[in-house]
Protein backbone atom coordinates (compact mmCIF):
# COMPACT_ATOMS: atom_id res chain seq x y z
CA UNK A 1 0.00 0.00 0.00
CA UNK A 2 1.13 3.47 -1.15
CA UNK A 3 2.21 5.94 1.19
CA UNK A 4 -0.48 8.53 -0.02
CA UNK A 5 -2.87 6.03 1.09
CA UNK A 6 -1.69 4.88 4.55
CA UNK A 7 -1.69 9.03 5.32
CA UNK A 8 -5.27 9.90 4.96
CA UNK A 9 -6.01 6.39 6.69
CA UNK A 10 -3.78 7.23 9.63
CA UNK A 11 -5.45 10.67 9.65
CA UNK A 12 -9.10 9.57 9.65
CA UNK A 13 -7.80 6.99 12.53
CA UNK A 14 -6.41 10.25 14.89
CA UNK A 15 -9.46 11.32 14.37
CA UNK A 16 -11.15 9.05 15.67
CA UNK A 17 -8.94 8.66 18.61
CA UNK A 18 -9.52 12.60 19.34
CA UNK A 19 -13.27 12.62 19.26
CA UNK A 20 -14.53 14.25 22.20
CA UNK A 21 -15.15 12.34 25.51
CA UNK A 22 -16.79 13.15 28.59
CA UNK A 23 -15.10 11.54 31.99
CA UNK A 24 -18.12 10.14 33.99
CA UNK A 25 -16.41 12.33 36.66
CA UNK A 26 -17.26 15.34 34.71
CA UNK A 27 -20.83 14.00 34.31
CA UNK A 28 -21.46 13.20 37.62
CA UNK A 29 -20.39 16.59 38.87
CA UNK A 30 -22.21 18.02 36.24
CA UNK A 31 -25.10 16.28 37.39
CA UNK A 32 -24.54 16.92 41.57
CA UNK A 33 -24.46 20.58 40.54
CA UNK A 34 -27.70 20.36 38.36
CA UNK A 35 -29.33 18.99 41.64
CA UNK A 36 -27.65 21.50 43.67
CA UNK A 37 -29.65 24.60 41.47
CA UNK A 38 -32.78 22.49 41.93
CA UNK A 39 -32.67 21.93 45.61
CA UNK A 40 -31.65 26.19 46.07
CA UNK A 41 -34.90 27.05 43.59
CA UNK A 42 -37.11 25.25 46.76
CA UNK A 43 -34.54 26.88 50.05
CA UNK A 44 -36.02 29.53 51.84
CA UNK A 45 -33.35 31.11 54.30
CA UNK A 46 -34.56 33.58 56.75
CA UNK A 47 -31.68 36.39 57.29
CA UNK A 48 -31.66 37.92 60.12
CA UNK A 49 -29.66 41.27 61.40
CA UNK A 50 -29.61 44.12 62.96
CA UNK A 51 -30.47 47.37 61.56
CA UNK A 52 -30.54 51.50 62.36
CA UNK A 53 -34.27 51.79 62.11
CA UNK A 54 -35.01 55.20 59.69
CA UNK A 55 -37.94 56.46 62.69
CA UNK A 56 -35.35 55.87 65.23
CA UNK A 57 -34.94 59.88 65.74
CA UNK A 58 -38.68 60.28 65.32
CA UNK A 59 -41.21 60.33 68.16
CA UNK A 60 -42.32 56.50 66.86
CA UNK A 61 -42.30 54.03 69.91
CA UNK A 62 -39.56 51.70 68.93
CA UNK A 63 -39.63 47.95 69.78
CA UNK A 64 -36.74 45.84 70.46
CA UNK A 65 -38.15 44.32 67.10
CA UNK A 66 -37.52 47.28 65.07
CA UNK A 67 -34.18 47.08 65.08
CA UNK A 68 -34.40 43.55 63.21
CA UNK A 69 -34.47 42.92 60.15
CA UNK A 70 -35.93 39.72 58.51
CA UNK A 71 -35.66 38.55 54.90
CA UNK A 72 -36.93 35.11 53.35
CA UNK A 73 -33.72 34.98 51.00
CA UNK A 74 -33.75 32.14 48.13
CA UNK A 75 -30.30 31.53 47.04
CA UNK A 76 -29.98 30.51 43.92
CA UNK A 77 -28.27 32.94 42.11
CA UNK A 78 -25.26 32.71 44.77
CA UNK A 79 -25.51 29.08 44.08
CA UNK A 80 -25.00 29.70 40.11
CA UNK A 81 -22.02 31.86 40.93
CA UNK A 82 -20.92 29.43 43.31
CA UNK A 83 -21.08 26.31 40.39
CA UNK A 84 -19.36 29.27 37.99
CA UNK A 85 -16.76 29.47 40.28
CA UNK A 86 -15.98 25.62 40.64
CA UNK A 87 -16.34 23.98 36.95
CA UNK A 88 -15.56 27.21 35.06
CA UNK A 89 -17.93 28.28 32.14
CA UNK A 90 -18.10 25.12 29.71
CA UNK A 91 -19.16 22.84 32.45
CA UNK A 92 -21.09 25.48 34.58
CA UNK A 93 -23.18 26.37 31.19
CA UNK A 94 -23.64 22.30 30.85
CA UNK A 95 -25.37 22.00 34.43
CA UNK A 96 -27.69 25.56 34.09
CA UNK A 97 -29.07 24.02 30.24
CA UNK A 98 -29.83 20.71 31.67
CA UNK A 99 -31.60 22.78 34.65
CA UNK A 100 -33.32 24.74 32.07
CA UNK A 101 -34.27 21.84 29.53
CA UNK A 102 -35.33 19.88 32.81
CA UNK A 103 -37.99 22.66 34.07
CA UNK A 104 -39.17 23.05 30.39
CA UNK A 105 -39.68 19.59 29.17
CA UNK A 106 -39.45 16.94 31.86
CA UNK A 107 -40.03 17.75 35.71
CA UNK A 108 -41.73 21.38 37.24
CA UNK A 109 -38.40 21.95 38.65
CA UNK A 110 -38.53 26.38 38.51
CA UNK A 111 -40.12 27.95 41.38
CA UNK A 112 -43.83 28.33 40.63
CA UNK A 113 -43.98 24.94 38.39
CA UNK A 114 -42.24 24.24 35.12
CA UNK A 115 -43.17 23.18 31.40
CA UNK A 116 -42.76 25.05 28.26
CA UNK A 117 -45.64 27.66 29.54
CA UNK A 118 -43.20 28.98 32.21
CA UNK A 119 -41.30 31.18 29.37
CA UNK A 120 -44.87 33.10 29.84
CA UNK A 121 -43.88 33.77 33.87
CA UNK A 122 -42.77 36.90 34.97
CA UNK A 123 -39.60 35.56 36.41
CA UNK A 124 -38.34 33.36 33.61
CA UNK A 125 -35.88 36.13 32.82
CA UNK A 126 -33.77 35.55 35.66
CA UNK A 127 -33.36 32.08 34.79
CA UNK A 128 -32.90 32.76 30.86
CA UNK A 129 -29.97 35.56 32.83
CA UNK A 130 -27.77 32.49 34.44
CA UNK A 131 -26.99 31.50 30.92
CA UNK A 132 -25.26 34.81 29.95
CA UNK A 133 -23.96 35.62 33.67
CA UNK A 134 -21.84 32.61 33.79
CA UNK A 135 -20.61 33.47 30.54
CA UNK A 136 -19.19 36.69 31.54
CA UNK A 137 -18.46 35.90 34.88
CA UNK A 138 -16.44 32.84 33.85
CA UNK A 139 -14.58 35.41 31.81
CA UNK A 140 -13.68 37.12 34.90
CA UNK A 141 -12.38 34.64 37.01
CA UNK A 142 -9.44 33.34 34.29
CA UNK A 143 -7.12 34.00 37.14
CA UNK A 144 -9.34 34.05 40.41
CA UNK A 145 -7.58 36.78 42.21
CA UNK A 146 -9.57 39.29 44.58
CA UNK A 147 -10.24 41.90 41.86
CA UNK A 148 -11.48 38.78 39.17
CA UNK A 149 -13.95 37.78 42.02
CA UNK A 150 -15.18 40.99 42.73
CA UNK A 151 -16.02 41.64 38.99
CA UNK A 152 -17.57 38.20 38.50
CA UNK A 153 -19.40 38.79 40.97
CA UNK A 154 -20.76 42.00 40.22
CA UNK A 155 -20.96 41.05 36.49
CA UNK A 156 -22.86 37.96 37.08
CA UNK A 157 -25.46 39.72 39.34
CA UNK A 158 -26.31 42.49 37.96
CA UNK A 159 -26.62 40.59 34.67
CA UNK A 160 -29.39 38.49 36.29
CA UNK A 161 -30.84 40.97 37.86
CA UNK A 162 -31.22 43.37 34.51
CA UNK A 163 -31.90 40.72 32.64
CA UNK A 164 -34.77 39.77 34.60
CA UNK A 165 -36.21 43.22 34.69
CA UNK A 166 -36.71 43.36 31.45
CA UNK A 167 -37.61 40.20 30.78
CA UNK A 168 -40.43 40.84 33.46
CA UNK A 169 -41.46 44.31 31.30
CA UNK A 170 -41.85 42.50 28.17
CA UNK A 171 -44.10 40.01 30.09
CA UNK A 172 -45.79 42.87 31.75
CA UNK A 173 -46.36 45.10 28.21
CA UNK A 174 -47.78 41.48 26.90
CA UNK A 175 -50.34 40.46 29.52
CA UNK A 176 -50.99 44.48 30.18
CA UNK A 177 -49.97 44.35 33.92
CA UNK A 178 -50.53 47.58 35.85
CA UNK A 179 -48.03 49.82 37.02
CA UNK A 180 -48.42 49.13 40.51
CA UNK A 181 -47.81 44.93 39.95
CA UNK A 182 -44.79 46.47 38.28
CA UNK A 183 -43.20 48.04 40.98
CA UNK A 184 -44.11 46.20 43.48
CA UNK A 185 -42.64 42.66 41.72
CA UNK A 186 -39.20 44.84 41.07
CA UNK A 187 -39.04 45.74 44.92
CA UNK A 188 -39.65 42.02 45.77
CA UNK A 189 -37.57 40.38 43.28
CA UNK A 190 -34.71 43.00 42.60
CA UNK A 191 -34.92 45.31 45.46
CA UNK A 192 -32.99 44.91 48.58
CA UNK A 193 -32.40 41.49 47.70
CA UNK A 194 -29.47 42.53 45.09
CA UNK A 195 -27.41 43.58 47.94
CA UNK A 196 -27.41 39.95 49.74
CA UNK A 197 -26.81 38.29 45.86
CA UNK A 198 -23.44 40.23 45.90
CA UNK A 199 -22.69 39.20 49.42
CA UNK A 200 -23.56 35.88 49.48
CA UNK A 201 -22.39 35.15 45.91
CA UNK A 202 -19.13 36.53 46.71
CA UNK A 203 -18.56 34.52 49.37
CA UNK A 204 -19.89 31.75 47.51
CA UNK A 205 -17.13 32.05 44.59
CA UNK A 206 -14.55 32.87 46.90
CA UNK A 207 -15.42 28.87 48.54
CA UNK A 208 -15.97 28.03 44.88
CA UNK A 209 -12.33 28.87 44.45
CA UNK A 210 -10.58 26.64 46.52
CA UNK A 211 -12.85 23.61 45.47
CA UNK A 212 -11.67 24.45 42.11
CA UNK A 213 -8.52 24.22 42.94
CA UNK A 214 -8.86 20.65 44.63
CA UNK A 215 -11.13 19.62 41.41
CA UNK A 216 -8.86 21.06 38.11
CA UNK A 217 -6.49 17.91 38.81
CA UNK A 218 -9.82 15.29 37.91
CA UNK A 219 -11.67 17.48 35.68
CA UNK A 220 -9.13 17.52 32.77
Known amino acids: MSQEVLIPKMTRIDKKKRKIKVPLINFVIIIFCTLLIIASTFLNLNIKHYIIPLDLFTNRNLTSESFVYSLLFIPQIPTIMFICAILGRRMALTSVMLYITIGLFLFPVFALGGGIKYIGEYGFGYILAYIPAIIIAGKLLDK ?46 SGLKIIYDLIISFLAI ?10 KFILK
Request: proline share 0%; aromatic share 14%; no cysteine.
Open 144 to 189: YSFLDMIKATLAGVFTIHIFGILYMLIIALIKQSGTMFIEGWIVAQ
Open 206 to 215: LIGKYIHEGL
